[in-house]
């Protein structure tokens, strides 16, 4: 099969890799019906997060079912399924009490811009669709894979409540899909803060009532000003800087919350301020696994469409230019199709 490998920053190919097989009975292999890039993917393409080796990449995927362990029984050959980026057995206590991210036996997903990948702990980790739906709604569908899913973990740890007052931080399509979040958990207002007219555009039509472009200290003050100088109740940080998290902390009223999900690089948070802020802080790798039948429910039925978060589409080989239109703006998230 062919797929993506990352050699070193700014440099990856789509090369001949060896096809995925069982390697245990809780295995499944899918063929890819689309895959992407990630805006997290664009850590190590930027030299932020270290490329020791060459290596696979990719982590949202949705597929056929092709072949499974002895022990998967939830999922079968030929079935369409929707899986999380972070595997889980959906049995041990942590998966029980909702964390399917903090699995006991949880492994990230690495290697799904690809044709074929392979599924550890199938059995928990896949959901399969009643039937094989129309392409129109995959480009959705990959989008609760991971960024609907973390979006919507954002707005769920910052407790967004209906009539409340919500701030997303972050215009990526992590930040653009947690507006649909706060829009479906009842927000009354939705203040989304991004520089991008194409992106404040996509925001207002996801749910959006306001839009703040200033940043940093500016930007916390422009949330005052709308909150009559309090506060938002649920702050969503969709970014992972040091920046993005002090804005974030800094733009919640006292008992507010912050939901983070941006994989924070550099960010240390002063107990002291968190301290006296009364200010509630959650987050990390979003419990997709939780909220999949719900969320494709709502992609199916057409109640949502986070695909549209995909404004650039490219056949798989071109994966590079995927990352290099990303890096450069020039588009939200790039689909890829086999």
């Known amino acids: 099969m062919r797929g993506a490998v990352i050699h070193a920053p700014g440099d990856v190919r789509f090369e001949t890799l060896d096809d995925p097989t069982i390697l245990k009975p809780t295995d499944a292999i899918i063929r890819t019906a689309v895959t992407c890039v990630c805006g997290s993917d664009l850590w190590p393409w930027r030299g932020l997060d270290a490329t020791d080796e060459a290596h696979p990449m990719g982590h949202e995927y949705v597929g056929f079912v092709e072949e499974v362990g002895a022990e998967v029984t939830a999922v079968k050959p030929g ?143 422009r949330i005052k000003d709308l909150t009559d100088g309090i ?31 941006g994989v924070p690089h550099e960010v240390a948070v002063d107990g002291q301020e968190l301290f006296f802020s009364h200010v509630g802080l959650r987050g990390g790798p979003a419990p997709v696994r939780r909220y999949l039948p719900d969320l494709i429910e709502r992609v199916l039925s057409g109640h949502i469409d986070p695909g549209k978060v995909f404004d650039l589409t490219l056949p798989l080989e071109q994966v590079a230019e995927g990352y290099q239109a990303m890096d450069e703006r020039r588009a939200i998230k790039a689909l890829l199709k086999p």
């Open 231 to 261: 506060g938002a109740d649920s702050v969503l940080e969709c970014v992972g800087t040091a920046q993005a998290m002090r804005q974030a902390l800094r733009s919640a009223r006292p008992g507010g919350n912050v939901g983070f999900v």
């Open 79 to 221: 079935q369409f399924v929707v899986g999380s980026f972070a595997t889980s057995d959906n049995t041990c206590a942590n998966c029980r009490n909702g964390w399917q991210s903090n699995c006991l036996n949880r492994e990230f997903m690495s290697t799904c811009q690809a044709e074929y990948v392979r599924i550890p702990h199938a059995q928990g980790t896949l959901v399969a669709t009643d039937e094989v739906p129309g392409e129109e709604f995959w480009p959705g569908l990959l989008a609760v894979s991971d960024v609907m899913g973390t979006g919507w973990y954002a707005a769920d740890a910052a407790e967004v409540k209906p009539g409340s007052t919500t701030v997303v931080v972050g215009d990526g399509a992590v930040g653009l899909c947690a507006v649909i979040a706060a829009k479906e958990m009842g927000a009354e207002r939705i203040i989304a803060m991004s520089r991008h007219e194409s992106r404040q555009k996509l925001a207002r039509e996801f749910g959006a009532t306001h839009i703040v472009t200033e940043r940093g200290d500016e930007g916390v003050a």
